[in-house]
């Protein structure tokens, strides 16, 4: 679903309740982006900033239409949400991420989606900005979060939300432009977040940020005894050291 700027405010206090009972068959986001020139958007949108919901409901369809009705309440401008094969949903992104293009993300969690946080995050917009730069509250919790924290490497399976900027541009002389602006809205953020990172989306230097102490620890334990030489170190890297 799709809102113009105008109903961003009513969106975002409905996808609020949505996503505070939510079940788990229910993943969402929340995303600024530029409406693309497409022909199912409607024309008055082309080109402009706009408030978006992707939307995954793995369950009986009637049922999520019916977990879905209050945020379709709030007017959206465009609907695409319907039965479609998951292959369909996880394509549908593809074309607003084309290869080739200079990049610069981030992935911070957030303690919650409170008031607060949402009024900051109504107060962003990619107005000015490259047409496929983003920017993304993702839900989590559900199934990933009843994990116990110790049982897997992953870290930051308590964080309700994901903090996503993705700034996508093709010219060099915009790198400034774009990285200001994505640490700018991270810093805005900085006070509804859990300190954790998603590494998927962050760069080497914030490899330490996804990690607890103890878990931390362990994986250099690890790396000193299955790779002393850091030959496995084109990722995000625990160094052995």
Same mark, same amino acid.
């Given at each position: ?19 505070? +009972? ?51 309440? +709030? !007017? ?5 949400? !319907?039965?479609?094969?998951?292959? +369909? ?35 962003? $917009?990619?107005? !000015? ?15 990933? $979060? ?6 897997? +490497? ?88």
């Amino acid at each position: 679903m799709v809102f113009e700027p105008s109903r961003a405010a009513d969106a975002m206090a409905a996808y609020r309740e949505l996503v505070d +009972a939510a079940p788990d068959e229910l993943s969402t986001g929340a995303v600024h982006l530029t409406a693309p020139a497409a022909p199912f958007v409607p024309e008055d949108l082309h080109g402009k900033p706009a408030l978006g919901f992707p939307i995954s409901y793995c369950g009986d369809p009637a049922e999520g239409e019916k977990v879905l009705q209050g945020l379709r309440d +709030a !007017g959206p401008a465009l609907d695409l949400v !319907g039965p479609m094969p998951y292959r +369909a949903f996880q394509g549908m992104l593809d074309p607003m991420n084309p290869p080739g293009l200079r990049n610069y993300v981030r992935g911070e969690y957030l303690t919650a989606l409170t008031a607060e946080a949402i009024e900051t995050f109504l107060g962003f $917009s990619t107005e !000015g900005l490259h047409p496929l730069t983003v920017l993304i509250l993702f839900q989590h919790g559900g199934a990933v $979060s009843r994990v116990p924290d110790d049982a897997t +490497a992953l870290g930051g399976r308590e964080a309700a939300f994901m903090f996503h900027p993705i700034c996508n541009w093709d010219d060099p002389a915009d790198d400034d432009k774009h990285i200001a602006w994505s640490r700018g809205a991270s810093a805005a953020m900085e006070p509804y977040k859990t300190g954790g990172v998603y590494l998927n989306f962050m760069t080497d230097e914030a490899v330490r940020a996804g990690y607890s102490e103890e878990k931390y620890r362990r994986l250099v334990e690890l790396k000193r005894k299955y790779d002393p030489d850091n030959v496995f170190r084109f990722n995000q890297n625990i160094r052995p050291e």
